[in-house]
């Protein structure tokens, strides 16, 4: 009996353009964000934009988020389980969200019901465009007909080599999740000291060193490229940012100025990452040779 084509499940946290999740027709695990009195679901700014959005964190007004629970996953699963397809869910860095965590629950409970259910788990220990990254590769490769093996085992034997390079503008966000202190909050803010932080091979947001002033941050993060990038005329280079399109577009023309890159995706964070790494933020991603 013919294998059915298998569906590749995402979460929003992949930050990708909306108009390629509708083209590729990409099921979606929403993640919720507490704003300005309600929850909303994180629908890749179409209910809100993102200037609005990163607009109210400038003025001060703060958005909060929960997790995915395991109901929410049941019910993207139960549709294609019932079509006999296998599936493949791809979800943000469990070290940073506890959404991989609800979707081994929602297994779990589905294995109860349907046996025979194929449900693949694959934490990317991934963020942001970086989880798209590898969403935005493993879901043309199934329109090309690759089958679930192949699918795996490119995301297993890649998600590690996808490099995370961050540098936020306003340093209270940081404070707020917890990334740094109050009084480290202060002094950086005061000296304009911007942190370049990186995702971990645990899929741990990690500060890494400090610089002085916006351009510089921009140009450390086309100097971490620099140093560990492989293969770049075959790669598209991904670049998320907080409602900074001019320094994201600045980080690509420095990348495209000195390497024959395929191509760029350049997208807004969404609100539920924005939450924490606050307007202004901009996100570097691409295959190196390590994180």
């Known amino acids: 009996m013919r294998t059915k084509k298998p569906v590749i499940i995402i979460d929003s946290c992949t930050d990708l353009p909306y108009d390629f999740i509708e083209n590729y027709r990409v099921p979606v695990v929403h993640l919720t964000f507490h704003f300005e009195g309600r929850d909303n679901k994180d629908d890749f700014f179409q209910s809100l934009s993102s200037r609005t959005f990163y607009n109210a964190l400038r003025s001060g007004k703060v958005s909060t988020t929960s997790q995915v629970n395991a109901d929410d996953y049941i019910n993207i699963f139960r549709p294609y389980i019932e079509e006999g ?4 869910s791809l979800t943000f860095s469990s070290a940073l969200s506890g959404s991989y965590n609800s979707s081994i629950l ?31 590769n493993v879901v043309k490769m199934l329109e090309k007909g690759a089958s679930k093996e192949e699918i795996i085992d490119w995301v297993e034997n890649n998600k590690l080599k996808v490099a995370h390079w961050f540098t936020v ?6 404070k707020r999740g917890g990334r740094i202190t109050g009084a480290a909050a202060f002094l950086g803010s005061m ?7 990186h995702v971990d091979d645990e899929g741990r947001l990690v ?4 610089v002085k002033g916006r351009k510089k941050s921009i140009r450390a993060l ?4 620099e140093e560990s990038i492989i293969n770049p005329e075959k790669q598209t ?9 001019e320094d994201a577009q600045y980080l690509a023309d420095l990348i495209k100025a000195e390497y024959n890159v395929q191509g760029f995706i350049i997208n807004n964070i969404g609100p539920v990452i924005g939450s924490h790494s606050g307007p202004g933020t901009v996100a570097l991603f691409f295959f190196a040779s390590e994180r």
């Open 85 to 88: 397809r296998p599936i493949i």
């Open 106 to 136: 929602a297994k779990s409970m589905l294995l109860d019901e349907y046996p025979d259910a194929d449900i693949t788990l694959i934490d990317t220990k991934s963020a942001s465009l970086g989880s798209g990254l590898i969403a935005w």
């Open 169 to 174: 503008d306003d340093l209270n966000h940081l």
């Open 191 to 197: 000296l304009d000291i911007k942190p370049i932080l």
């Open 207 to 210: 500060p890494v060193t400090k």
């Open 222 to 225: 086309f100097e971490k490229l």
């Open 237 to 245: 280079i991904f670049i998320s940012h907080g409602d900074a399109e």
